[in-house]
């Protein structure tokens, strides 16, 4: 495994730039470049549960390691959801999936950092290049 990271700089305060990130209609926004249709469901609550999914509910099941709004929230995968329903584990330590805010003169620079298995690399590339441009274009425009 391991870790790809991206980084855009974004001409909006920190705030809303997270609100853009969660905001579960902006969030379908972003997310439509990794799969149309992804959502998420979580109690925002460190060692809670979140789910990653499709329209069909298959995807990940993580828990939030930290969470300093609206300044980093670190997600840890710990294995699939298929129809809804928890499958296979990841195995010991899981995955991470980091977001990093930090807001200077009005930028804010978003900072993102996935663990992945080289099969997934593409596929999250092309994924976040686009969807965090789509954040950037939200955020400054709405």
């Given amino acids: 495994m391991k870790t790809i990271s991206f980084e855009k700089k974004i001409h ?3 705030e809303k730039v ?3 990130l969660w905001n579960d209609d902006t969030y379908r926004e972003w997310t439509k470049h990794f799969m149309p249709g992804s959502h998420y469901e979580s109690d925002w609550k460190i060692g809670g549960k979140t789910l990653f999914l ?3 509910r298959n995807g990940m ?3 939030i390691t930290k969470l300093e709004e609206p300044y ?3 997600f840890n995968h710990l294995g699939e959801v298929l ?3 928890e499958g296979k584990s990841y195995g010991e330590g899981g ?3 980091k977001y990093l805010l930090s807001e200077s ?3 804010t620079t978003l900072t993102v950092s996935v663990d992945i298995e080289d099969e997934y690399e593409h596929d999250m590339d092309e994924g976040f290049t686009n969807g965090l441009e789509e954040v950037k274009r939200l955020a400054e425009n709405k």
Avoid: K, L, R, Y
């Fill in 18 to 20: 997270w609100e853009t």
């Fill in 54 to 56: 499709d329209p069909d």
């Fill in 83 to 85: 129809n809804g329903i």
């Fill in 95 to 97: 995955s991470f999936e």
């Fill in 72 to 74: 980093e929230v670190i």
């Fill in 105 to 107: 003169d009005g930028i």
């Fill in 12 to 14: 909006a305060p920190i």
């Fill in 61 to 63: 099941i993580a828990t």
